[in-house]
């Protein structure tokens, strides 16, 4: 089996795939933390709401339009979230955020039972991307390929965002030092809005390109959180670049631990996790050198 | 530091008297909810020992009492042990676990830690669940309450079973008010407000970290063995970490650094959880908006709140300025 070059590309591309939907995930998630100091447990909730949203939206529009409109549904929660919520707790330390956004994650879950129920909701891969393709020998889903190819896409926008503009520039510097940022005359508060929402956003994409994956289900945000927090803290919470390690890191030990070392796999995500904690506690990239 | 004020010892006195007379009086289904209870706040008190008062917040908490939970269960079925040398095994086995997450972990703080011990803790719950020595998925049943027959105590009866659980939680709170009062405790605190002064006097900062939270994994296995024994069944879920985090949110509700608080809050919760899912089965919901609220309220939880509302009602201040001026 491992002699053969289709298992490796096969299982190279899962990885990607896989990496690709975390990268989508974490980067909010991260950046969110670099800039504002705020950890949010409910940035899988908030993933959770876009795939339903994609779901539902799909039975009258069509895929497409659940794919535009989902991201665009779960930021605006994110700005009411952010507005009731956030801005709030932003000062009050990691463990109150932990908590309410802890809280929030409770209230996430029972509201989607109650407005979608708890049976598991599936929706078909669109016809355009439907199918299989030849890849170096092997047959692979198109749309998983739209995945990788989708994750890439973003993960360009961003960098040229943050590396090649002015707010980018003024993200950085965020980054850096929020209060030397805002000293300088940059508008902390509006960009710490802007950055959620947008974290919000892509979290809401991750859920509407996962969803015809994955079946849809409550507690989607819950299992998708902790590989997201695995992702962020090995990468470095806070960096672009952390967040790319961090999610191929996960996604290739994760889908070769799986077939390589069935007996392992899952233990040895968190002992790699356990490991960049004792020695690199910052994680292998942080944002500040 | 931590202290025994009037109003912490009236209510430890009142939760005494009436846990106990309430065992007393109560029905099957009332002395299983005390049960519950009685396990849960053994389990909030170790929390509260290492996050209230070393700031050391830990998501690994329900893996501890789940090694506990299983080491006795594996302990006392499969190697046959009694139950008593199986529940010192396995507190011993979470104590000593517990010291080598709290070695590793002590150099992070803050959200690093948090992480950490989630990291941890997802290790001994993904082990147990893979593993086919701990009948993965479908958890081990038959764990036995120990055998007391021969003095006239039989724990399958659920009365008995209750008191018995009820004496552990004091046991419990005795071993771990010690903890803070004694050297080791002042130093914890000492770490927790300013780790480098604690250094710079020259504390071993780890150590007194790790021992810590040693003491504290070892109440949390001790939690789970009166889980195991409890339902005489036990799950991957109790490693979960989900049940740290409901622990945790019990240790906000009743009061973070109070020890007496978690008593409280371990309470409310079960209560409320029977309470409100006879209700709605959304009963997560209403737990999670009352938790946002009390940390948004920045209250130290009900018996802060309580406590914060006796302080201002206290006539001592006036008394004392009163002197002051005679």
């Known amino acids: 089996m491992t002699t053969d070059l ?14 690709m939907l975390l990268f989508l995930l974490s980067v909010g998630l991260t950046v969110i933390f670099g800039l504002m100091h705020f950890v949010n447990l409910a940035h899988g909730s908030l993933y959770a709401f876009g795939a339903y949203v994609a779901a539902t939206l799909a039975e009258t529009l069509g895929y497409w339009g659940g794919f535009v409109l989902a991201p665009l549904a779960v930021a605006a929660l994110g700005a009411v979230l952010y507005f009731t919520l956030i801005r709030s707790q932003r000062r009050a330390g990691p463990m109150a955020q932990v908590l309410v956004t802890f809280g929030l994650i409770f209230v996430a879950v029972d509201a989607t039972r109650l407005i979608w129920g708890d049976l598991p909701i599936g929706i078909a891969v669109p016809a355009l991307l439907d199918g299989q393709i030849a890849l170096l020998g092997v047959e692979y889903p198109v749309y998983r390929l739209f995945i990788i190819a989708l994750g890439l896409a973003v993960l360009a926008v961003l960098t040229l965002i943050l590396t090649r503009t002015q707010i980018g520039a003024m993200i950085r510097a965020g980054v850096d030092n929020d209060q030397m940022a805002a000293c300088l005359g940059i508008n902390v508060e509006r960009m710490f809005f802007l950055v959620f929402v947008v974290g919000c956003a892509l979290a809401g994409l991750a859920g509407a390109v996962a969803a015809p994956v994955l079946s849809v289900t409550p507690d989607m945000g819950l299992q998708i959180l902790i590989p ?27 889908t070769f631990g799986a077939v390589l070392l069935p007996t392992l796999s899952s233990v040895l995500i968190y002992a790699l996790l356990a490991a960049v904690l004792v020695t690199r506690p910052e994680g292998l990239l942080p944002a500040k050198g | ?75 006392a079925t499969e190697a046959g042990l009694p139950a008593l040398p199986a529940m010192l095994l396995s507190v011993a086995l979470s104590s000593v676990l517990a010291f080598a997450i709290g070695a590793v972990c002590a150099r992070s703080t803050g959200i690093y830690f948090i992480m950490a011990t989630l990291a941890f803790g997802q290790m001994a719950y993904s082990f147990v669940f893979q593993s086919p020595l701990f009948g993965g998925d479908d958890g081990l049943s038959g764990a036995p309450r120990p055998d007391l027959t021969a003095i006239g105590i039989d724990f399958t009866d659920s009365r008995a079973f209750a008191v018995y659980t009820i004496l552990l939680v004091a046991l419990s709170y005795l071993i771990a008010s010690a903890t803070l009062r004694s050297g080791l405790g002042r130093s914890l605190v000492g770490i927790h407000h300013n780790e480098k002064r604690l250094r710079a006097l020259g504390l071993t900062v780890w150590r007194a970290k790790a021992t810590a939270f040693a003491i504290s994994g070892a109440l949390a296995g001790l939690a789970g063995c009166l889980a195991a024994q409890h339902t005489q069944y036990v799950s991957p879920g109790l490693l979960s970490w989900t049940v740290s985090g409901e622990a945790l ?30 209700i709605t089965p959304y009963w997560h919901a209403i737990v999670g908006l009352i938790l946002i609220a009390v940390v948004m309220s920045r209250a130290k939880g009900v018996f802060g709140f309580i406590e914060a509302r006796w302080e201002a009602r206290s006539p001592k201040p006036v008394v004392k300025e009163a002197k002051a001026d005679a």
């Not at chain 1, 289709?6 to 990496?19: D, I, K, P, R, Y």
């Not at chain 1, 992702?231 to 390690?245: M, N, R």
């Not at chain 2, 050391?56 to 789940?66: I, K, N, P, Y």
């Not at chain 2, 949110?249 to 409100?276: C, D, M, R």
Request: proline share 1%.
């Open chain 1, 6 to 19: 289709g298992f490796w590309v096969l299982q190279t591309l899962n990885a990607l795939q896989l990496s």
């Open chain 1, 228 to 254: 997201t927090l695995i992702v962020i803290v090995i990468g470095g919470l806070g960096s672009l670049k952390g967040a790319v390690a961090g999610a191929l890191i996960f996604g290739f030990v994760q």
């Open chain 2, 1 to 75: 530091m931590f202290t025994h004020t009037p109003l912490r010892l009236t209510t430890l006195a009142l939760l005494a008297a009436g846990s106990l007379s309430y065992a007393y009086i109560a029905g099957f289904f009332g002395l299983e909810i005390l049960a519950e209870i009685a396990i849960l706040a053994i389990l909030v008190i170790a929390l509260d020992l290492v996050a209230g008062f070393g700031g050391m917040v830990s998501l690994c908490h329900g893996a501890l009492l789940g090694v506990g939970a299983y080491a006795f269960t594996v302990a």
């Open chain 2, 249 to 278: 949110v019990v240790v906000i509700l009743g009061g973070l650094g109070t020890l007496v608080g978690p008593l409280l809050g371990a309470i409310l919760f079960v209560v409320l959880k029977h309470e409100i899912s006879a």
